[in-house]
């Protein structure tokens, strides 16, 4: 089955339970093809678990979820040592970390020492435990919520560690139509918390997702591509309202979105609609406004529309 096909089916299954968001379902399926972690926002009640917990289960991997507090710790996550008293010895009890797609909720309530287990074992893809290294499932992937509108008792994750995240993918409040039609679907008796009621089925079996992360990493680019992606970046630097421009990471990243992103509309080479349709996710996470900019209002999308405007698409 071809990426295009797979995709569809997914965005099928998803749509079952998932009313509209289609930019938000395409962007977070392309970070999944592109092997990436993701960086959810938005005001609670938008669907974000939901939407998580459904890509689950239609990719066919465990899911796992974990409710960050402030009095969370590091072993919390990554799992502990237990004393087995009928082996006589201690051994490792994993953590939920230890699943395919993991949901990190509201990961910027808890303390930065916990953050850091977890995006360490993001970058690293194992957990070191008393000295003992344990590999994360293949693949692993990463979905954290963050609520834009309440900072009180938060933690913010640094720029660099938010620099982990592939995609910053922001959710809004649905359009008339959809939010109609989620009124109506609770009104029939959907259950979210009942995923198989809804007839929710899985699209990928075991391993065909890392085939098809296989295929997306041989997409064809061509050098006016490179080009324009690192003339995209460079002028971030160079911006006047932005104080810390994209490093060659974020080139990376808006590389590898924009091949799984290419594979999405049914191509397997990269035209300069798919990094600039992109940027935006990639960007808006990596770089820091000037306070001066921010005073007027400016915001990072702001900016990078303004980047990207600025740059010669080429043909």
């Known amino acids: ?86 082996k006589n010895e201690f051994e490792f009890r994993p953590g939920p970390i230890f699943a395919g797609l993991l949901l990190a909720d509201e990961i910027n309530r808890t303390p930065p020492k916990t953050q850091s287990a977890l995006l360490e074992a993001m970058e690293e893809r194992k957990l070191t435990v008393d000295g003992v290294s344990h590999p994360l499932p293949a693949p692993f992937l990463v979905f954290a919520t963050q609520n834009p509108i309440e900072y009180e008792g938060t933690y913010p994750l640094p720029e660099a ?28 008796g959907f259950n979210p918390q009942r995923l198989e009621d809804s007839h929710v089925e899985a699209v990928l079996k075991p391993g065909e997702l890392a085939e098809l992360q296989k295929e997306v990493i041989n997409t064809t680019v061509e050098d006016k591509v490179f080009d324009y992606i690192y003339q ?7 911006n006047r309202d932005i104080m810390v421009g994209g490093s060659p990471r974020a080139g990376i990243a808006l590389l590898n979105i924009s091949k799984a992103m290419a594979h999405i509309r049914g191509r397997n080479f990269v035209t300069p609609d798919d990094v600039k349709d992109m940027a935006p996710a990639v960007l808006r996470h990596r770089i820091q406004l000037r306070p001066e900019s921010e005073i007027e209002g400016l915001t990072t999308d702001d900016v990078v529309k303004r980047v990207l405007d600025s740059v010669s698409v080429p043909r």
């Open 1 to 86: 089955m071809s990426i295009e096909a797979s995709v569809l089916k997914i965005q099928a299954e998803i749509g079952k339970v998932i009313s509209g968001q289609h930019d938000v379902i395409e962007q977070v399926v392309a970070a999944v093809l592109a092997n990436g972690h993701v960086l959810l926002e938005g005001v609670p009640g938008l669907g974000k678990t939901l939407l998580v917990r459904t890509l689950g289960f239609t990719l066919g991997l465990k899911f796992g979820r974990i409710q960050f507090t402030p009095d969370m710790m590091p072993s919390d996550v990554s799992g502990t040592m237990i004393f087995d008293s009928n």
């Open 161 to 188: 560690q938010q620099d982990r995240f592939l995609v910053k993918v922001l959710l809004k409040y649905p359009s008339q139509t959809d939010e109609i039609e989620v009124l109506k679907s609770h009104h029939s």
């Open 232 to 238: 995209i970046i460079k002028l971030t630097r160079d």
